[in-house]
């Protein structure tokens, strides 16, 4: 399993492109997961339902499950986040993670930058970001596509992913 990360600041398009990137990748018989990063509180259940009774009441984990999908929400109460490498550990074995978000890691990662947001370069201070897609070229010394270019970003993604280690079984 490889795996390369979308970093960038609130805004950015990291989402827009991302959702872009993934029917890309498909496309040339890349299968795809992703891992996204919440910046806040964030809730998948809906207050009233079973399930979400069930997570009031204490239960610590709740797997909800129909013939679409299934879903598991783990309660951490008092344990801390937990790392990427636990939440990649999750996932069942597909050829690619994009990991949209925690931009504090060491993972490799593709800078996403939109000059109207007004904020700072990342790769400067990231020695992680091997690339940039943006709508403004960077500062030399970093490769550089169009963020609207995504057959490009997707060269990018896969030239610069990584395998990661084995998850559990």
């Known amino acids: 399993m490889r795996l390369i990360g979308l970093a960038g600041w609130s805004g950015a398009g990291k989402t827009t492109l991302l959702t872009r990137l993934i029917p890309c990748l498909q496309g040339r018989g890349v299968s795809v997961s992703t891992i996204k990063h919440a910046h806040h509180r964030f809730d998948v259940d809906v207050p009233g339902k ?43 074995p597909v050829d690619l993670v994009l990991v949209e978000g925690f931009k504090r890691d060491t993972h490799p990662k593709i800078e996403v930058h939109r000059s109207a947001n007004a904020k700072p370069w990342l790769h400067p201070e990231d020695p992680a970001i091997r690339a940039v897609a943006s709508d403004v070229a960077p500062p030399a010394g970093i490769a550089w596509v169009s963020m609207d270019d995504v057959e490009a970003v997707a060269e990018l993604a896969l030239r610069h992913a990584v395998e990661v280690a084995p998850w559990r079984s």
Request: overall charge neutral; proline content about 5%.
């Open 50 to 92: 079973d399930s979400w009774q069930h997570r009031q009441a204490g239960a610590r984990q709740v797997l909800v499950s129909s013939g679409q999908r299934w879903a598991l929400m783990t309660e951490l109460r008092d344990e801390p986040e937990p790392a990427l490498g636990f939440l990649l550990s999750r996932l069942s």
